[in-house]
């Protein structure tokens, strides 16, 4: 099988792993990315709540590492991704 092997065999719900595939689809060659929840719930035409599921499923199960980012005026921005 190919790249996502592990990921079919795992236990994850169908919405992480779209997720998931939209997160390293858009992550770079460190695989970091930091699209906004609204971004990737309006590209993969999911709703922002079944978007914010998904990535705390992967992060409960490991595949993704979120960190909060912020602007100058401390005002928060979009979380940085990190896909392994």
């Known amino acids: 099988m ?3 092997a592990s990921l079919y065999a795992s236990e994850l719900p169908h919405r992480a792993v779209a997720v ?3 997160l390293k689809d ?3 060659k460190d695989g970091k990315c930091y699209p906004a929840i609204n971004t990737i719930a309006a590209e993969l035409k ?5 978007v914010k599921r998904a990535i705390g499923d992967l992060v ?6 979120k ?3 912020w602007r100058e005026n401390g005002g928060k921005s ?7």
Request: hydrophobic share 25%.
């Open 78 to 84: 979009s979380c940085m991704y990190y896909v392994r």
């Open 60 to 65: 409960k199960s490991g595949w993704i590492r």
């Open 46 to 50: 999911l709703s922002r709540s079944t």
């Open 26 to 28: 858009r992550a770079d």
């Open 67 to 69: 960190e909060q980012r």
């Open 20 to 22: 998931y595939m939209y």
């Open 2 to 4: 190919g790249y996502f």
